[in-house]
């Protein structure tokens, strides 16, 4: 990837899309593309194809996905599988058509089998079954890397597939309906102090592991990767370093500062009993983490909370 490169990110206006747009412009890249959902129906095929005709990026990062926690994942499967499988197949035959130098796929931890030895190794993926809440979701991401891979191979396409652990941060998802669980729970401390609730319940037992990544570090990683790796096997892209969802309650609790009572609610699910992944070949490339937990929690809470209560 250089500077002079034309470089798409699908979904910029997410998350991770959001924190990679802003790290390229601070590299000086300057030549983005970064269509929104009004600009860019990713789920139609003619579309995409005209886009990519029409912009000739050199570079893709494909980050636009139906994403969502446990609940959505649970209550929309048709959706979630629907619309992340066409709308990577839309985006890879485009690339394919117009000839895209390099693009990144990002996988998800979320493919891995539940019951993967911990922590997990690239060579798990699709080993075992996987976590009944999530597996629409998936379903479509595993569909997405053996098309990616199957595209690299029979068109010489270079794709590369970081599978990012669960990311967290600045531009998260705070709806309750839809939130992965660090957002859930800041809002609901949040909240909770602000009303002066003696109580806050937390889904599950409270012993799920969880390992978290600050989604600047995904970025970073991402970039990283573009500049240099080249293969097109999946590569883990974590910290490997685990919480539990109890442990990571109450250094929400602390950093929102709410003192009251910390309950769990065991008729919730609990979702897979634990997710790390072993990123020592990311590690290997010589990539480390930069965000701790505590210093991506606080960068959150400071940037989405503490001038609405202020
Ligand atoms: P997962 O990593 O795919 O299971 O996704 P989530 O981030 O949605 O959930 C992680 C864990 O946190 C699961 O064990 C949930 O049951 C637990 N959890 C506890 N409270 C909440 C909450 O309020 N929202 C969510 N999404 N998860 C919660």
């Not at 976590?131 to 794709?159: C, F, H, L, V």
């Not at 998802?173 to 003696?198: C, G």
């Not at 978290?212 to 590569?235: C, E, K, S, T």
């Not at 991506?296 to 940037?303: N, P």
Request: charged fraction near 20%.
């Amino acid at each position: 990837m250089r500077l002079s490169d034309t470089i798409l990110i699908t979904g910029a206006s997410g998350m991770i899309g959001g924190a990679l747009r802003r790290i390229l412009q601070e590299g000086h890249y300057t030549r983005l593309l970064v269509p929104s959902h009004a600009d860019l129906e990713l789920r139609d095929a003619r579309q995409v194809e005209a886009y990519f005709t029409k912009h000739k990026p050199d570079v893709v990062f494909h980050l636009a996905a139906r994403v969502g926690g446990i609940h959505a994942n649970n209550t929309y499967p048709g959706q979630f599988v629907y619309d992340n499988t066409v709308i990577q197949a839309n985006v890879f035959e485009a690339a394919r058509k117009s000839g895209v130098k390099k693009l990144l796929f990002p996988g998800s931890a979320c493919t891995y089998p539940k019951l993967a030895p911990q922590p997990v190794q690239e060579k798990e993926l699709m080993n075992g079954p996987v976590e009944p809440t999530n597996i629409a979701y998936a379903a479509a991401k595993i569909n997405g890397i053996i098309m990616a891979q199957s595209y690299a191979r029979e068109y010489d396409m270079n794709i590369i597939i970081p599978m990012p652990t669960n990311t967290y941060g600045v531009g998260d998802n705070f709806d309750p309906k839809a939130s992965h669980v660090i957002p859930a729970l800041m809002r609901r401390f949040h909240e909770a102090k602000q009303k002066s609730l003696p109580e806050v319940v937390i889904w599950g037992s409270g012993a799920p592991l969880r390992e978290f990544i600050y989604v600047d570090d995904i970025a970073q990683i991402f970039i990283f990767l573009m500049q240099n790796y080249d293969a097109h096997d999946i590569i883990n892209a974590g910290t490997m370093q685990e919480i539990s969802i109890k442990d990571l309650a109450a250094k929400i609790a602390k950093i929102v500062d709410y003192s009251g009572k910390i309950s769990f609610d065991a008729t919730k699910s609990d979702g897979a009993p634990r997710k790390m992944l072993d990123s020592s070949r990311l590690f290997g490339l010589g990539w480390k983490p930069q965000v701790s937990l505590s210093e991506g929690l606080q960068r959150m809470y400071e940037t989405h909370f503490t001038r609405i209560a202020a």
